[in-house]
Nanobody, 124 residues
Framework: VQLQASGGGLVQAGGSLRLSCAASGRTFSSYSMAWFRQAPGKEREFVAALSWNAGLTRYADSVKGRFTISRDNARRTVYLQMNSLKPEDTAVYYC??????????????????WGQGTQVTVSS
């Protein structure tokens, strides 16, 4: 599976961005998808995850109510809609995929494939 993330950029606090992650290769529609982020000097952290049929989601507490993960299996794309952005959301955002959904969905080591990352910068 190959993943290509896009949609990052510079936005003012309170603004919105939508990230996209296009997948190619194996059967995208049967894989769980997730977004992680990594700020300078910090470890990569979980943001959101979505099961293969979009029936199950999980969010980090820091983004609940502001971010929404979704997918379009026909387009082989997963999205992260980010609203009410804060300066602390500044990071490189990575999409990732794995073939199952379980208690490890929030763990970066549980993912098999990663995209290259897209920079999100939120100015105050």
């Amino acid at each position: 599976v190959q993943l290509q993330a896009s949609g990052g950029g510079l936005v003012q606090a309170g603004g919105s961005l939508r990230l996209s992650c296009a997948a190619s290769g194996r059967t995208f529609s049967s894989y769980s998808m997730a977004w992680f982020r990594q700020a300078p000097g910090k470890e990569r952290e979980f943001v959101a995850a979505l099961s293969w049929n979009a029936g199950l989601t999980r969010y980090a507490d820091s983004v609940k109510g502001r971010f929404t993960i979704s997918r379009d299996n026909a387009r082989r794309t997963v999205y992260l809609q980010m609203n009410s952005l804060k300066p602390e959301d500044t990071a490189v955002y990575y999409c990732a995929t794995r073939s199952s959904w379980d208690s490890q969905v929030g763990r970066n080591y549980a993912y098999d494939y990663w995209g290259q990352g897209t920079q999100v910068t939120v100015s105050s």
